[in-house]
C-alpha cells in the first residue's frame, strides 16, 4: 500500500507561488492546497514495488482530487495534491513547479452565468476538474495489430506533425533549421516505436496525471 505524508511549508510555499503567478483567479478566490507526498509499496528490504500515485489505474508523477464538502466541513482543504515522493527528490526546481503548474491547472472554479464564482455551503469555492488538452492512450498490441491504421499511430503521427508546432511554441530558442531536424527526429522516433511494436512492445513514458 501507499503511504503518505504532508509536504513541509517549503512546498506549500512553492505550491502557493505558482499558483499566484499562473493561476490568479485561483488565487484571487483564496483556494486552498495541501500537498500529500506519496511513497509507492515496499517490499522487505525497503525498496519500491509499486507506483506512488495512479491516475485512472495509470502510474503517474502527480494528481489532485477536489475535496468533498464533508471532507471540507471536516476542517480539510478545497483539495488535495499528491505529488510522487519517490521522485520528487529528482527533479529540479522547474520541473517540480511545472508538476505543480500541471496540477493547479486541472482545478477549474465553478461560476454562474454571471462568472462570479460559485460558493459551497461553507463558503468555499466550487471546483471542478478541467481535463488535458491532450489526451494519450496506446495500446502495445492494438498498435501492433492495426500498425498505421490504429488510434495508437494515428495519434502519434499526429502529435508528431504538431511537433514543429510545438517546439516554436514551447521551445522558442530553437532556429527553424533546428525545429524542421527535430521535427524529422521525432518523425524517425515514432518510426522506429512503430517498429519495436510490431516486433515486442513500445514504452511509453508514463507523464503527470
Ligand atoms: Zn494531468
Known amino acids: 500500500m501507499a503511504t503518505y505524508a504532508r509536504g513541509d511549508s517549503d512546498l506549500h510555499k512553492t505550491v502557493q507561488d505558482v499558483m499566484e503567478r499562473y493561476h490568479g483567479d485561483l488565487d ?7 500537498v500529500l507526498l506519496a511513497y509507492g509499496p515496499r517490499d522487505a528490504h525497503g525498496d519500491p514495488v509499486g507506483p506512488a500515485i495512479t491516475v485512472h489505474g495509470v502510474p503517474a508523477w502527480a494528481s489532485i482530487k477536489v475535496t468533498s464538502l464533508r471532507d471540507r466541513a471536516a476542517g480539510m482543504s478545497d483539495a488535495i495534491m499528491l505529488l510522487d515522493g519517490d521522485r520528487i527528490d529528482e527533479w529540479s526546481y522547474e520541473e517540480l513547479e511545472a508538476v505543480i503548474d500541471h496540477e493547479l491547472t486541472h482545478l477549474k472554479l465553478r461560476v454562474d452565468e454571471r462568472g462570479n464564482v460559485k460558493r459551497d455551503d461553507l463558503d468555499r469555492p466550487r471546483l ?12 502495445d498490441e492494438v498498435a501492433r495489430r492495426h500498425g498505421a491504421a490504429s488510434p495508437e499511430v494515428r495519434q502519434a503521427k499526429q502529435l508528431a506533425e504538431a511537433s514543429g508546432d510545438l517546439y516554436q511554441l514551447y521551445l522558442p530558442g530553437m532556429g527553424p533549421s533546428k525545429r524542421k531536424s527535430a521535427t524529422r527526429r521525432a518523425a524517425e522516433r515514432l518510426q522506429e516505436a512503430v517498429e519495436r511494436a510490431n516486433e515486442s512492445g513500445v514504452e511509453v513514458e508514463v507523464s503527470v496525471g
Do not use: K
Not at 471542478?128 to 495500446?139: L, V
Open 28 to 34: 484571487d478566490a483564496e483556494v486552498t492546497v495541501t
Open 128 to 139: 471542478a476538474i478541467r481535463r488535458h488538452d491532450w489526451q494519450f492512450g496506446w495500446f
